[in-house]
């Protein structure tokens, strides 16, 4: 699995990750916090949307998952902005793609990304259950047009009214469904393949794995994996970000890496 906000670094060496015959999807996140510089360091929004594009005619758009993420309200984002938003990045990808996941911005519960917003001038607003009801019901009316699959990422409420569902992003039923000729992987998610004939289709059998990755939040519906990014090592520099403690870490951290190197930095 592969996470990105600009993936196009990456998509010289998919054929030679094809020839060595790995599987591999993305959750790519597209938002439009642009005009907010929320997302300072990024390509603009429309060449993003264009790899975003060029990266599905590729791989198939089931490979491609969208990411609003995370929704953000400040007092230059309101619920109808953030709406606008995700409607136009949406006509332009909703053709590209099979899911959109969503995620509603939790600043309180971390308070570096707290200090980084009030550094920078930004007056977010926390979501309340009329917020979050408000965005649901403008995604929905949205989509109704688009007929994506929509998720929420970790979150708590049930939005299922609005035809939202809670979201598996590393995802077992997706990787059964897209790579079901992984002998290795498919007998690591209990599945048993069953090569139909010509006059029957493949069959899929699975036994019960407890495969919840435990050490994520509660509502997470990922399965166990491996994630071998670091924190304080992205250039973005989302302002909203966790992972990043302050630019000035990032940019000391980056010091330290090294290509050669079997992790992004090397102390």
């Known amino acids: 699995m592969f996470w990105t906000k600009d993936a196009k670094p990456i998509l010289k060496y998919l054929n030679e990750i094809d020839k060595r015959k790995i599987n591999y999807y993305f959750q790519f996140t597209l938002n439009d916090y642009e005009n907010e ?24 758009k089931e490979k491609v998952i969208w990411r609003f993420d995370p929704l953000i309200l400040t007092d230059k984002i309101t619920i109808n902005n953030l709406l606008d938003k ?75 009214e609005y035809n939202i569902h809670h979201n598996q992003c590393i995802d077992d039923e997706l990787m059964i469904r897209i790579f079901n000729d992984d002998k290795d992987l498919m007998e690591f998610l209990g599945v ?3 090569v139909g004939n010509l006059f029957s289709s493949d069959t899929i059998e699975r036994r019960k794995n407890d495969l919840k990755d435990k050490g994520q939040r509660k509502n997470c519906g990922c399965i166990v994996s491996k994630d071998i990014g670091q924190y304080n090592t992205c250039k973005h520099l989302c302002v909203y970000c966790y992972a990043n403690f302050s630019r000035e ?9 090294n290509p ?3 992790s992004i930095i090397c102390d």
């Open 37 to 60: 510089n929320l997302e300072p360091n990024l390509p603009k929004i429309e060449e993003r949307i264009d790899i975003f594009k060029k990266l599905s005619n590729k791989i198939g």
């Open 260 to 262: 050669k190197c079997e």
């Open 86 to 160: 995700i409607y136009k990045v949406g006509e332009k990808v909703h053709k590209y793609t099979e899911k959109l996941v969503i995620s509603f911005v939790d600043i309180g519960v971390y308070k570096k990304v707290k200090s980084n917003l009030k550094k920078y001038g930004i007056k977010y607003k926390e979501f309340n259950e009329d917020s979050i009801k408000k965005i649901a019901e403008g995604i929905q009316r949205i989509n109704n047009t688009w007929k994506l699959k929509i998720c929420t990422c970790a979150e708590t409420v049930d939005l299922s």
């Open 249 to 257: 870490i990032v940019n000391k951290s980056f010091k330290k890496h």
């Open 192 to 194: 048993n393949v069953r």
